[in-house]
């Protein structure tokens, strides 16, 4: 059985999603999509804390704790197929990778929701949060990084200079098409590194 990784790069509602293997080192794309994580793709629901600004502290956990709780079946609906589809393709998805926000750790709801800052991030962090939980209810183990560091840890660890990394991301795109936008290069790269971190740490082992 082959190996394989999803890689996600996380928007407000919804999710740049990347499954690959690697062949001879090089990643070979096999899922490619961008998943809703809301049931409604309104602003309302795809930014939770905008939303819930307005709201009396107790309706706004509410209403945030119900978004997040969507979120994470909804993402869990969408890894268990591509789980299925792909192990009887021959590949046993084992990992996954995602680019985490450069921010520090949030505060209690009352002060997100008194910060515009704070909002945004916390919007974008509750989505991350629905992925890496519903990629721990189908036993994927976690690569996280943060998304600034991403490509010149990526360098370091595959042994690769920028300029070469960067052609090969643009090589891959050309191969299978578009949609093929920044999204999907990082998603790309975070289950690059996923699964040969994974391989590597299988080696030492």
């Known amino acids: 059985m082959n190996h394989a990784a999803l890689g996600f790069r996380a928007h407000s509602g919804w999710t740049s999603l990347v499954a690959l293997s690697l062949e001879k080192?090089?990643?070979?794309?096999?899922?490619?999509q961008r998943p809703k994580l809301?049931?409604?793709f309104t602003y309302e629901f795809r930014q939770p804390y905008h939303t819930a600004e307005?709201?009396?502290l107790?309706?706004?956990?509410?209403?945030?704790s119900r978004i997040e709780s969507g979120a994470k079946r909804l993402a869990e609906g969408v890894i268990r197929p591509i789980q299925t589809d792909l192990r009887k393709q021959g590949y046993?998805?084992?990992?996954?990778?995602?680019?985490?926000?450069?921010?520090?750790?949030?505060?209690?709801l009352d002060k997100i929701l008194r910060s515009h800052a704070l909002i945004h991030s916390a919007?974008?962090?509750?989505?991350r949060?629905?992925?890496?939980?519903?990629?721990?209810?189908?036993?994927?183990?976690?690569?996280?990084?943060?998304?600034?560091?991403?490509?010149?840890?990526?360098?370091?660890?595959?042994?690769?200079?920028?300029?070469?990394?960067?052609?090969?991301l643009t090589a891959i795109g050309k191969l299978i098409g578009s949609p093929w936008a920044q999204d999907e290069k990082f998603a790309t790269?975070?289950?690059?590194?996923?699964?040969?971190?994974?391989?590597?740490n299988a080696g030492r082992s």
């Open 123 to 127: 919007d974008g962090e509750l989505f």
């Open 25 to 32: 080192d090089q990643p070979r794309i096999l899922v490619r």
């Open 92 to 108: 046993e998805l084992t990992c996954f990778g995602l680019p985490l926000a450069s921010a520090k750790p949030l505060p209690s």
């Open 54 to 56: 307005k709201m009396p």
């Open 58 to 64: 107790d309706r706004a956990r509410e209403f945030v």
């Open 189 to 200: 790269l975070a289950a690059w590194l996923a699964l040969f971190s994974r391989n590597a």
């Open 129 to 168: 949060r629905a992925l890496i939980h519903a990629s721990g209810r189908c036993n994927l183990a976690a690569f996280t990084i943060k998304e600034r560091e991403l490509f010149a840890v990526a360098c370091k660890t595959l042994s690769i200079k920028n300029e070469d990394l960067i052609g090969r």
């Open 38 to 40: 809301v049931e409604t």
